[in-house]
């Protein structure tokens, strides 16, 4: 039997953590127990010694492998669900050939300052259109994409009765310009394309028609 009190919690501790194996209780649920039971340092040589320890370092190693399956998997996930999607601020650069954009047909490097004065690099991916005109673009800093880009050539913007949503398409035009007359998005109110398009959001195909409706009004 333990000779003190603290020999006797060790054995109580590896009690419970023997009982949670039997009992089929998640791995982490176990590992967390044995973070009670003696470490090295410890110096403990007292009853079921060897076995704490055994039950110490294959908690570990069984918890960091579920750890690695669960980040896996919600990778995966992850990757499913962005598959659906364009890329989008916030989202993780690993992801940038997963989107419904596919792979991308250009990569640019360059180095920029973060606010603190540290020299980082910034990387800009471009997509091609079936004309073969880069038409998508997505800026990514520090492992996340924070902008997006769209390549309009000689675009003006209409308005699609059809899909009662704003769209853009190619033709020439004398005066780009909207009719502040004939706003009816309240577009001048707007500071930013990002907040004009999220509070306008069911009357655009997509960000960068809002965003080029936005540009043409300043």
């Not at 089929?24 to 090295?40: D, M, S, V």
Request: charged share 40%; with cysteine.
């Amino acid at each position: 039997m333990p000779e003190n009190f603290k020999d006797k919690e060790y054995v109580l501790v590896y009690a419970k953590y023997c009982k949670s194996v039997a009992d089929g209780e998640t791995i982490h649920t176990q590992y967390r127990i044995t973070w009670e039971l003696p470490h090295e340092g410890d110096m403990y040589t007292g009853d079921f010694a060897e076995e704490m320890k055994i039950a110490r370092e294959t908690a570990a190693k069984e918890n960091e492998a579920e750890e690695r399956r669960l980040k896996k998997e919600k990778e995966k996930k992850e990757r499913e669900k962005i598959k659906q999607d364009q890329p989008y601020r916030g989202m993780d650069e690993k992801y940038i050939t997963s989107t419904i954009w596919g792979f991308y047909d250009k990569k640019e490097s360059e180095n920029y300052r973060d606010s603190n004065g540290q020299v980082k690099v910034q990387n800009t991916y471009k997509w091609k259109g079936s004309d073969g005109a880069y038409r998508n673009g997505a800026v990514c800093r520090d492992g996340k994409v924070t902008d997006l880009i769209r390549y309009v050539q000689k675009s003006s913007s209409s308005y699609s009765s059809s899909s009662n949503k704003y769209s853009s398409r190619s033709k020439s035009s004398s005066n780009n310009k909207l009719s502040q007359k004939k706003d009816e998005y309240d577009v001048y109110d707007y500071d930013d394309p990002e907040d004009f398009y999220y509070d306008h959001e069911d009357d655009f195909d997509e960000y960068g028609d809002a965003e080029d409706y936005w540009d043409e009004a300043q």
